[in-house]
T-cell receptor
Framework: QKEVEQDPGPLSVPEGAIVSLNCTYSNSAFQYFMWYRQYSRKGPELLMYTYSSGNKEDGRFTAQVDKSSKYISLFIRDSQPSDSATYLCAMRNSGNTPLVFGKGTRLSVIA | KAGVTQTPRYLIKTRGQQVTLSCSPISGHRSVSWYQQTPGQGLQFLFEYFSETQRNKGNFPGRFSGRQFSNSRSEMNVSTLELGDSALYLC?????????????FGPGTRLTVL
């Protein structure tokens, strides 16, 4: 079992839909949880960052962490074609340990 | 503020050759991490340098090495290239001023090994 599991998709939704992206993990020591967005031929860019359990909202994006279930989610409201990208979850034990990434979910938002 | 830059953006090499990739972090960032991204394995951590010292190392063979200079610029080297080394190599820098240690990625170097 990989440390971080993420459904690769692809996921295709109509414009305006609510998108739910998820990752599960096995290492209970993970404390820092991140979501990155990667457009084709670009490097990943940090979207959301959460420490420990809880929710965090930033505009149309909401990140949720449930450490008891070892499950994290990213919700995108009112999805736009510009949201079409690969979304990667990442996590780490502490600030100076390496990031462990999921394989990414490819999302297409159709106008 | 300029972002992370990586050179070259594209490289084609043949098996057995060696290659050196370069990364310039965001000004003021002292930590540089390297990752390999492939369709099959996703993003995998190679190593991290902080103030010219390797602080963390991933599970890659010794053919993969790196270094960091006093200006925080970093290079990674792959010797005796194999077909399986074809990948996007990403560099990320961080300021390492708080527990978050948020990483900012460059555009990557696409390496093709023939």
């Amino acid at each position: 079992q990989k440390e971080v599991e993420q459904d690769p998709g692809p996921l295709s939704v109509p414009e305006g839909a609510i998108v739910s992206l998820n990752c599960t993990y096995s290492n209970s020591a993970f404390q820092y949880f991140m979501w990155y967005r990667q457009y084709s031929r670009k490097g990943p860019e940090l979207l959301m960052y959460t420490y420990s359990s809880g929710n965090k909202e930033d505009g149309r994006f909401t990140a949720q962490v449930d450490k008891s279930s070892k499950y994290i989610s990213l919700f995108i409201r009112d999805s736009q074609p510009s949201d079409s990208a690969t979304y990667l979850c990442a996590m780490r034990n502490s600030g100076n340990t390496p990031l462990v990434f999921g394989k990414g979910t490819r999302l297409s938002v159709i106008a | 503020k300029a972002g992370v830059t990586q050179t070259p953006r594209y490289l084609i090499k043949t098996r057995g050759q060696q290659v050196t990739l370069s990364c310039s972090p965001i000004s003021g960032h002292r930590s540089v991490s390297w990752y390999q991204q492939t369709p099959g394995q996703g993003l995998q951590f190679l190593f991290e340098y902080f103030s010219e010292t390797q602080r963390n190392k991933g599970n890659f063979p010794g053919r993969f090495s790196g270094r960091q200079f006093s200006n925080s610029r970093s290079e990674m080297n792959v010797s005796t290239l194999e077909l399986g080394d074809s990948a996007l190599y990403l560099c990320a820098s961080s300021a390492w001023t708080s527990g978050t240690n948020e990483q900012f990625f460059g555009p990557g170097t696409r390496l093709t090994v023939l």
